[in-house]
């Protein structure tokens, strides 16, 4: 973790960056305030003049992140209408926010139980949101006999695995660019769902 020097404004949003790479490295209980305040070379006391609390900056980086990741997945959906071309753009859509957004994707798998109410509801609702609208388009082709599969619930769960598989092994600047590496995980979700095109 790099220290931002001095002469960097800190703002919220620089808070939040702070927060949110501490939490991915270190988790949410193993951080302090006083660690992210160290990264951004203020007092602890500073940060509460553009964050109310630790939870705040939880629920506000996971809240970020479900946004894009949605508006992401709705922008790629844009004008699509055959079904195996929506499974293809879903599926390179979550993939590539995955490998774009690593520190906040690692925030958001895994510190949901260190979330309080009402945010934890949030945070859930709209993760079930997304996933809702990748298991309508495998539902949708499987009843237009275009996809072919047991259980597209499974199925559905299966692809939006995939982002965290890539994330394990991608690197910026290896082989791959981040969008060759979504649309090559695309082709084996309809694979997945048995697509017969």
Same mark, same amino acid.
């Given at each position: 973790?790099?220290?931002?020097?001095?002469?960097?404004?800190?703002?919220?949003?620089?808070?939040?960056?702070?927060?949110?790479?501490?939490?991915?490295?270190?988790?949410?209980?193993?951080?302090?305030?006083?660690?992210?305040?160290?990264?951004?070379?203020?007092?602890?006391?500073?940060?509460?003049?553009?964050?109310?609390?630790?939870?705040?900056?939880?629920?506000?980086?996971?809240?970020?992140?479900?946004?894009?990741?949605?508006?992401?997945?709705?922008?790629?959906?844009?004008?699509?209408?055959?079904?195996?071309?929506?499974?293809?753009?879903?599926? %390179?859509?979550? #993939?590539? @926010?995955?490998?774009?957004?690593? /520190?906040?994707?690692? !925030?958001? =798998? *895994?510190?949901?139980?260190?979330?309080?109410?009402?945010?934890?509801?949030?945070?859930?609702?709209?993760?079930?949101?997304?996933?809702?609208?990748?298991?309508?388009?495998?539902?949708?082709?499987?009843?237009?006999?275009?996809?072919?599969?047991?259980?597209?619930?499974?199925?559905?769960?299966?692809?939006?695995?995939?982002?965290?598989?890539?994330?394990?092994?991608?690197?910026?600047?290896?082989?791959?660019? %981040?969008?060759? #590496?979504? @649309?090559?995980?695309?082709?084996? /979700?309809?694979?997945? !769902?048995? =697509? *017969?095109?």
């Amino acid at each position: 973790m790099s220290r931002v020097t001095r002469s960097t404004p800190v703002s919220s949003q620089t808070v939040q960056h702070a927060a949110r790479d501490l939490f991915a490295a270190q988790g949410y209980r193993g951080t302090s305030m006083k660690d992210i305040a160290h990264v951004l070379g203020v007092s602890a006391p500073n940060l509460y003049n553009h964050v109310p609390s630790k939870q705040d900056l939880l629920f506000s980086i996971m809240d970020v992140a479900m946004d894009r990741a949605l508006d992401a997945l709705a922008a790629a959906l844009t004008g699509v209408t055959d079904v195996a071309a929506q499974l293809h753009a879903a599926a %390179a859509a979550t #993939v590539l @926010d995955f490998l774009e957004n690593p /520190a906040e994707v690692t !925030v958001c =798998n *895994t510190e949901i139980r260190s979330l309080v109410e009402p945010y934890r509801t949030t945070i859930i609702g709209k993760r079930d949101a997304y996933g809702a609208r990748i298991r309508g388009i495998v539902e949708r082709g499987c009843a237009e006999g275009r996809f072919h599969v047991a259980d597209p619930r499974t199925a559905s769960y299966l692809i939006l695995e995939m982002g965290n598989s890539a994330k394990a092994w991608f690197r910026p600047a290896g082989t791959y660019t %981040a969008r060759q #590496v979504a @649309d090559q995980y695309a082709d084996y /979700a309809l694979r997945i !769902v048995g =697509n *017969t095109d």
